[in-house]
């Protein structure tokens, strides 16, 4: 038995005595946050948007999916299907989201700067070069800032993936960081005492270390201890929530898990779903395996076809339990991929143009902005910067996207850089 | 003087009701849990090892007086620094702060009880230089490095489908073990022939196969400290680096290729030679496809895998077919082209591949020495003199560049031994001095009044607790190049099909998917986690792991490892499997208490777990514990509190 059994007195006292043990073993204050904003974890917001993510890494081929060119040598093996829009097709390994095609918003003339991995997702991630003076806050970090917590112990972040390589909060506040989920199928893993480990005990050890840390923690105060402070006062605060219930997909029934696919996003998209209705308000969910510069028909059936499941039933499941108007769901990836089908059956790096989707809160559904040129290679119309998508997010959320925020170093930033919304495929 | 009344076996039964009543600790997973939990600690790794874990070059005691000259030197400078910018230097290391440093410094792992003690009651007026000395010849010091370099070149053992990449991992460490010097084993990296297992050095050009340009990208990042990478599809938007030069540098290695074969096709930009497979190899290949069903795909990849061989033949390279400047046409031939300086005489008539590499470990290419004598005085005081340390730019110009240069010249003068040149970093006293908090986006530059105060890395967190628990953690090590090509190799020229099958199945057994992790939950598994060194684990470990939670890299970026807080971490060092395991019976920790009479207890875990002595106030913590609840949990609450001080995790 991972997590707490059925709500009763019992558990609310536990998560209050555990709250209140952790403050005092810690000697914590609500700690004010970088902006002067009160600490989030005593600051929710029940309502507002919340944004899930599905973020594919290693760069997706925008003319294998959403921006296929029927009939040309670059269309390679991908045939294309018609989609429930008039006149807009799909890769042919996208049945179900053809389908919906309706509902979303698609972006075919996003266009970056960089062809490089890392600084493109950092740039998808924060709408900033990556520079080595500062780290920006990721979008979700901004929003959770923003609009706040939405739940007392569950986190504002979540992220299904990597979370090295994650820009996290930045310089916001550690309290709006990601917290980072290896595999959705293990949902959070050591989140209870071992059996032999009594309540008691547990807060006797936590209050132990701190005694015992006491010179360390004076020599060096600071941010970087700061953090893990945080962390720790986090991870007990979270071992005491009633609602950790949510982080376990094993509840769902088989045959959800089956809808949404076997595959690590599938399962990912519905923790996504499951956190999001217990309080989360963003969720990250990551899918590795894009960068195909080889044998890029090998691979790449199976993994649209995995997206495909993930994302429309993602979709419909959002939309049966009444939260797609409340959520924002984003399919985003770094870059594109090579119209001109490389020596190795593959395609390689393509930052001119490429695509991505939008569904859900404040966005305009049935709308396909912007478009590439008839070999996939340039925008031809309505070029969107990386920032202008970003801003488009941050409009949706009802993020302040124009306001500038003054960092630790004093310098003025804005939650999207210098984008701008892109108004047609906005709701308001 | 506390009466603890407490038997060997009444603390034994205490502790280990403790590890039994754990059987909740399978629940911890989403699988149920195994129908009989494993009790207590694996014998492989309760049992000392019988001999020496691996033969170490040795460290030569008559230099000493020589690192102590040159170590000098550089406190001279810095102490000049110091002055000038009114900097105040951090208090000198005592013996229990400096003895807990310099194992995890280099040994990767914190001393244990024996090796502290032992230190601190040695009146050796050299025990300093003799522990930094016996150290830099241990099998810890080999597995530290090999971490180390295992996240800057990307070591993964599948990198790709064909690549089995366990005898480039071997050889890495095996030229650290043997001490190789860093010219040397760089030149050999550049310019390897052969497969994989038959000269592992050509990993390092495998590794970005069928990516020729970003593999020179990698390499003068990883090896000049300079990015180029963005020139690849334009004119560097930050540097003058250009397109065309980046195609310039790229044209040295244009002929290589990574597949047995024989006719070569002409190379298009940025692809490899592709040679055509040779007969033999496409019959083995056809003959796989058609006959042997499920086996099909992977007995594909294994033929792959032997048809994966590193060769050179001069090529021409051409720009691409979209090339924009005006200084050249679109797929025009390229002429070679260095960054900066010039072929050295000796290499000017070899092939692209050895001028490269001729040019790039010589003597007169200051940036080959000035990159990894930055690199290194970082790993060592935290902050390099130039960061980041792959980015050298006229913009970004060293904090203080005559040290810079002095330590290249060091770094010269001692023909690129790596170790020495390390073992006269830890000699300064400005390195042997208490770590002082550098915040990394502060603009002021650092001015190392001691190094920088840091989290251990992931390697570091796992090896020290593994070494809390096990008496060897050395059970099983990963397969050399021998072993593998025995298993692996096959000569395509003249096997038959059913040879190349019989050779799979032998190689899916000892090394198919899951193979290695099989033979470690026998060995030295417990409770789903290994207790085995870093160095030896599957590379990479999957996301979920202790070490990838800590921020161990998944082997894709380079250094890609990350010393981040996260609550996962925080949550597998509270409630995990591995805190739980040195309260077993049989683990280091709880051996050595017991070993000792009831009144030292308290002293032996603080010197085991931080290495010092309680002050007053943690001894008057550890009794009110010790004495407040019973003696058996009181000491495990006790361990387990000091192994989740922030204290313990970072390196003062």
Known sequence: ?428 | MIGLRRTRSSLAVAMAAVAFTGACLAANRAKPARAAPRSGLPAAVTTPPTGPVMKVAAVDAGRRSRVHAEAAEIDVHLAARWQEHAVEPSPPLDDAQFVRRIHLELAGRIPTYEETVAFLRDTASDKRDQLIERLLASSDYVSHFYNYWADVLRLSERPQKNLLFEPYLAWVKDSIRTNRHYDDWVHEMLTADGRLWENPAVGFQLRDDGMPLPYVDNTVRVLLGTQIGCAQCHDHPFDHWTQHQFYELAAFTAGTRTRLGGAVKSAKPGAEAKPVPPPAVRTLVKEARDSKGKKAGALVQFIQANATSVSFRDTALKLPHDYQYDDAKPSAPVERELLWGKVPAGVRNAGGREQLAGWMVSRTNRQFARTIANRFWKKVMGVGLVEPIDDFREENPASDPELLEHLTDLMLRLDFDLREYVRVLVSTSAYQRRAVIHDTTDEQPFRYPGPALRRMTAEQVWDSIVGLIALNPWSVQRPTAVEIANVAGVDLRTATIDDVEQQFDRFVKEYGPGAYQRRLNKVCGYRGQWLLKASEMPAPLPLGHFLRQFGQSDRETIEGGRTVPTIPQTLAMFNGPITHAMLEEGSVVYETVMEHDADETIDIVFLTVLSHEPSPEDRQAAIDELTAADPATGCGNLIWALLNTREFLFIQ
């Not at chain 1, 005593?42 to 594919?56: E, H, K, Q, R, Y």
């Not at chain 1, 266009?111 to 997702?121: D, I, K, N, P, S």
């Not at chain 1, 972040?157 to 990601?178: I, S």
């Not at chain 1, 990836?333 to 001109?340: A, D, L, Y």
Request: proline share 5%; aromatic share 6%; charged share 25%.
């Open chain 1, 1 to 428: 038995m991972r997590f707490s059994p059925a709500i009763s007195d019992d558990r609310l006292a536990r998560r209050t005595f555990l709250g209140k043990a952790a403050r005092a073993a810690f000697g914590l204050t609500l700690l004010e946050s970088v902006t002067g904003r009160a600490s989030a974890a005593a600051d929710t917001a029940a309502g507002g948007v919340n944004v899930i993510t599905l973020m594919m890494r290693g760069a997706m081929s925008h003319i294998d999916t959403f921006d296929p060119k029927p009939g040309r040598e670059e269309q390679g093996e991908t045939g294309s299907i018609a989609t429930k829009l008039s006149g807009i097709r799909f890769g042919e390994h996208l049945p179900r989201l053809a389908g919906l095609a309706d509902r979303l918003a698609i972006i075919r003339s996003l266009t970056t700067e960089t062809g490089a991995h890392e600084q493109g997702t950092y740039l998808m991630r924060t709408s900033y070069p990556q520079l080595n003076s500062i780290r920006h806050p990721s979008f979700g970090s901004w929003a959770v800032h923003a609009l706040g917590k939405r739940s007392g112990d569950l986190p504002g972040y979540v992220l299904v993936g990597n979370g090295n390589e994650h820009p996290g909060c930045g310089f916001l506040d550690p309290a709006v960081t990601p917290v980072p989920l290896a595999d959705p199928a293990r949902g959070l893993e050591n989140i209870t005492r071992p059996g032999y480990l009594t309540q008691a005990n547990f807060e006797r050890r936590l209050a132990l270390a701190d005694r015992i840390d006491h010179d360390f923690k004076q020599r060096y105060a600071g941010r970087q201890i700061e953090a893990y402070d945080r962390m720790y006062a986090d991870a007990v605060r979270l071992m005491g929530s009633g609602d950790l219930a949510a982080f376990d997909i094993a509840r769902e029934d088989d045959k959800t898990r089956e809808r949404y696919g076997r595959s690590r996003l599938g399962q990912g998209c519905l923790l996504a779903r499951r956190l999001v209705e217990s309080g989360v308000r963003c969720v990250e969910v990551e899918m590795r395996g894009w960068d195909m510069h080889r044998d890029l028909w090998e691979d790449l059936p199976g993994k649209v076809g995995e997206l495909d499941t993930a994302m429309a039933t993602l979709l419909e499941d959002l939309d049966a339990r009444g939260l797609l108007g409340s959520t924002l769901v984003v399919l985003a990836t770094e870059f594109g991929r090579s119209p001109k089908i490389n020596e190795n059956a593959g395609r390689d790096h393509h930052p001119a143009v490429f695509s991505a989707v939008l569904a859900g809160a404040g966005v305009k559904p049935g709308v396909v902005h912007g478009a590439s040129d008839a070999g996939g290679r340039l925008p031809d119309r309505d070029a969107v910067s990386v920032a202008d998508f970003n801003a488009t997010i941050a409009a949706a959320c009802g993020l302040p996207w124009e306001k500038e925020f003054v960092a630790p170093n004093g310098r003025p930033f804005k939650i999207a850089n210098d984008g701008k919304p892109i108004a047609a495929v906005l709701t308001g």
